[in-house]
Every structure is written in structure tokens, then in C-alpha cells.
């Protein structure tokens, strides 16, 4: 089977934590993305932000009489994301999102350096390619 490299989205979506759910959820929307990639004003990853994630906060928000997509990414994202490797076999990969219910994980470079994200979708691609 093939390494994430073969496969990882090298140009992932991403948001800053001082943005608005609103701006993140307008990325979400208008890139056919089920979550983003959270950084800081370097490009250094700092989270993850996924639909559902947006939905809680707007849901919450809303529920609470507040602005639904007021609440800042930073205070809703998921700060202590796993991350994966170019190198790493994609199965492997694939057997820990299953394990930990990700839907996708940010790829890092032997630097520490993010290179992009894998999800589900593209391991699905990989499987089919290697059931051909």
C-alpha cells in the first residue's frame, strides 16, 4: 500500500483562530470541505476546525440568544490535533482515524513544517486504486 504522500492535499483549507465562524463556515461551504486547518499568522497548524464543530458553537450560540456566528475559531476549535507524516504508510493512517473517529489529519514534513491534510476521501482513493 501506498504512504500519505502519495495522496495528502497539499493545499489544504485554512482559517486563523481570531476569524468568525461565520468566515469559517463560508470556507467550509464554499470549498466542499468537511473541516479546516487552523493557523497561526506563520502558517504554523495551532488546530482544527470541522463542521460540526461550527454547527455546536452556532447551535449553542443561538440556543443562548447570542450571534450564532459571533464566537471566535480559536475558542471552538480542537487544539490537540494528532497529526500524521509524509513517510507514513496510509493504512496505518487510516486504521488510526477509524480508531479515534477523525475525519482528517493534518500532514506535517520532518521539520514539523504543515504540508497539507488527509482525509478520508483521499484514503478511500487510495484503497480503490489498490483494489484495481
Known amino acids: 500500500m501506498s504512504g500519505v504522500e502519495e495522496y495528502v492535499v497539499t493545499d489544504p483549507v485554512t482559517v486563523t483562530a481570531d476569524a468568525d465562524v461565520y468566515t469559517a463556515v463560508h470556507l ?54 494528532e497529526v500524521n507524516q509524509l513517510s507514513e504508510d496510509i493504512l496505518a493512517v487510516a486504521s488510526s482515524m477509524l480508531d479515534h473517529s477523525h475525519r482528517r489529519r493534518p500532514v506535517m514534513d520532518e521539520q514539523g513544517k504543515l504540508t497539507g491534510q488527509i482525509t478520508c476521501r483521499q484514503i478511500l482513493k487510495a484503497v480503490t486504486k489498490y483494489e484495481e
Not at 486547518?37 to 447570542?66: F, H, P, Q, W
Not at 464566537?71 to 471552538?76: K, Q, R, Y
Open 28 to 81: 467550509i461551504l464554499s470549498n466542499q470541505v468537511s473541516g479546516v486547518v487552523v493557523v497561526d499568522d506563520d502558517g504554523k497548524l495551532i488546530g482544527m476546525l470541522s463542521e460540526l464543530d461550527c454547527l455546536r458553537a452556532m447551535v449553542t450560540s443561538v440556543y443562548n440568544g447570542g450571534d450564532p456566528g459571533g464566537a471566535l475559531v480559536g475558542d471552538i476549535m480542537i487544539k490537540d490535533v
